[in-house]
């Protein structure tokens, strides 16, 4: 069954930084993957969806890159903002699944 | 733009009460699913429908049903509502696996306590 781990599970940083965030799955055949936002108490805002054709996609500030042969996804924040504080998910599947499996998240604090 | 709209953001229910929430999405989407958040746990599926009145078990179902009458509604049931099934239910959508670009796309949460 396949597993998604997020590293860190926290992270605080000081505004400006960039930073990046890991998730990395068990079974690298991965289809399609998604890094998500949730605020608290909040649900899922999606951020990024890396295709199955397609290696990273970036929005503003954010890219998200996928290593297929490793099974591993960065999410990468550029000069990051109090605003950016929140829980960040990824999630993914495999060819012929319907069911996206959630990493834990990382929970970001962006201090100004 | 796009919805997956839950009809409740919090709810109290008492034990033994039977419980429904309801997701209704606007995007013609094929895939519905149920998920329930908890701390340190994550995200866990409940249930998910892949075309109306088809319905598929999660890792986590019992206790639970589900409805697909409209393809646009998918409607989680709790037969008997317990203090266990305190917790955030999520709701989400997504096209066929078929179809190029699609991502799943969730709605607000339902918050909600079993007293």
């Known amino acids: 069954k396949q597993e998604v781990t997020q590293i860190p599970a926290a992270l605080s940083v000081p505004e400006g930084e960039n930073l990046v965030l890991n998730c990395s799955f068990t079974d690298s055949a991965i289809y399609n993957l998604q890094w998500f936002r949730q605020d608290p108490g909040k649900g899922l805002t999606s951020l990024l969806l890396i295709q199955s054709s397609q290696r990273e996609q970036t929005s503003g500030r954010l890219n998200a890159s996928l290593d297929k042969s490793s099974g591993r996804s960065t999410l990468y924040i550029a000069a990051s903002q109090p605003g950016d504080s929140a829980t960040y998910l990824c999630a993914g599947y495999g060819a012929g699944s319907y069911q996206l499996t959630f990493g834990k998240g990382t929970k970001l604090s962006v201090i100004p | 733009d796009v919805k997956v709209t839950q009809s409740s953001r919090y709810l109290v229910k008492r034990t033994g009460e039977k419980v429904f929430l309801e997701c209704v999405q606007d995007m013609d989407h094929e895939n519905m699913f149920w998920y329930r958040q908890d701390p340190g746990l994550g995200l866990r599926l409940i249930y998910f429908?892949?075309?109306?009145?088809?319905?598929e078990k999660g890792d986590i179902p019992e206790g639970y049903s589900v409805s697909r009458e409209k393809k646009e509604r998918f409607s989680l049931i709790l037969e008997s509502a317990s203090t266990n099934q305190t917790s955030m239910y999520l709701c989400?959508?997504?096209?066929?696996?078929?179809?190029?670009?699609?991502?799943?796309?969730f709605g607000s949460g339902t918050r909600l306590t079993v007293v």
């Open positions: 989400a959508s997504s096209l066929s696996q078929g179809a190029r670009g699609y991502g799943y796309t």
């Open positions: 429908s892949y075309d109306v009145k088809m319905k």
